[in-house]
């Protein structure tokens, strides 16, 4: 009896090391132009995020033009990533509207609502040829110092959790994969994890923190989650000796999320450009131990070379540092999510639809 492999199995099985290695680069572009599409060009990425600040950000037909160049490019499909909904806002308030924050829509309560902002959020990064939605944020807001600020629905756990899976929903509805921000939550910290390692109260209980800032991504995992990006929060109650944040965590990403959670989706860094990882241990020492800890993908520093990441990742993987079973693991992960959303067909798709 002949069996077909499947897209993801065959492209596995047919991948170098160093293209493997490219699967797990969530490359941000900003000044590294150049070389990302040099090392899209060879199979060495495996993602690209854009936000609001990246050049052709500002305009619908400008960003599509990006990503169809991307998309040409790339050996492989690589996901396309709109970082936190920033660069499809920006485009949608061009068109002359506007996305509500999520706290605003927290405020309304509306369920119907939730959905139809995932709708409207998913079709404006669609008809800019993303594919991966950065816009889902589940931190529950209980410190109201948090910078998360009015990108949390509130500081009700069960309001974040309906209004975010009701916004999951509406954003898989229109093809996009759905990212949610930020495992394990940042919303107990007044710290801005962009200048200084947030954490947990440790006279927090488990139960309790478990209880309110773990219920929301609980809650969307049930129900189809696609993907998650963790936040660099340390979390004493269950790493306590290390010190280290949930993004290089292995006791974490591995033990507690993949092993006691089931989470078996896409597990994506926030960006390696953050001071409290980045002053720490170095760009490229980061995106091995966030691979280590668990991680599917790096999230690479915008402020840095992505070809010295690449070569500190590919180092580590040529050492057994991270060992060949774990790379393999993940790779399957990252291609059979792109088989799941039909990437491997997409090559110049939405641009023969904008020409229509």
């Not at 309110?212 to 109650?237: A, N």
Request: hydrophobic share 40%; proline share 4%; charged share 25%.
């Amino acid at each position: 009896m002949m069996t077909t492999e499947s897209w993801a199995q065959q492209t596995f099985e047919h991948m170098t090391l160093e293209e493997k290695v490219g699967q797990l680069m969530l490359v941000r572009v900003v000044k590294w132009r150049d070389q990302v599409e040099e090392m899209l060009r060879r199979g060495w990425v495996g993602g690209v995020a854009l936000g609001r600040f990246d050049e052709g950000m500002d305009d619908p037909d400008a960003a599509l033009a990006l990503t169809n160049r991307f998309r040409r490019l790339s050996k492989y499909p690589p996901f396309l990533m709109a970082n936190s909904a920033n660069g499809a806002s920006s485009c949608v308030r061009k068109g002359g509207s506007c996305l509500p924050t999520h706290m605003a829509l927290g405020a309304a309560r509306s369920l119907p609502l939730a959905r139809e902002y995932g709708r409207i959020a998913g079709e404006s990064m669609l008809a800019m040829g993303f594919n991966l939605a950065g816009c889902l944020v589940l931190d529950v807001l209980t410190n109201p110092w948090c910078y998360i600020g009015t990108r949390s629905f509130g500081d009700d756990p069960e309001l974040v959790a309906a209004m975010g899976l009701e916004a999951m929903r509406g954003i898989q509805a229109t093809g996009q994969l759905a990212v949610a921000h930020h495992f394990f939550g940042k919303g107990e910290s007044a710290v801005d994890t962009h200048l200084s390692l947030g954490a947990v109260p440790a006279s927090m209980s488990l139960a309790d923190l478990e209880r309110i800032h773990l219920h929301p991504f609980r809650v969307v995992m049930r129900h189809g989650l696609d993907s998650i990006e963790t936040g660099h929060m340390h979390v004493p109650q269950l790493d306590p000796a290390t010190g280290m944040p949930v993004t290089l965590s292995r006791k974490i990403m591995t033990d507690y999320l993949r092993n006691r959670l089931g989470f078996d989706g896409l597990a994506v860094t926030d960006s390696l450009t953050m001071r409290p990882v980045k002053d720490r241990w170095g760009v490229e020492e980061t995106a091995v131990l966030c691979i280590l800890a668990g991680h599917d993908m790096a999230m690479h520093d915008y402020e840095s070379d992505p070809v010295i990441t690449y070569n500190a990742l590919l180092k580590a993987c040529r050492e057994t540092r991270i060992p060949p079973a774990e790379l393999d693991a993940k790779v399957q992960r990252i291609l059979r999510l792109k088989e799941k959303a039909g990437l491997h067909r997409d090559h110049g798709r939405y641009e023969r639809v904008r020409e229509q």
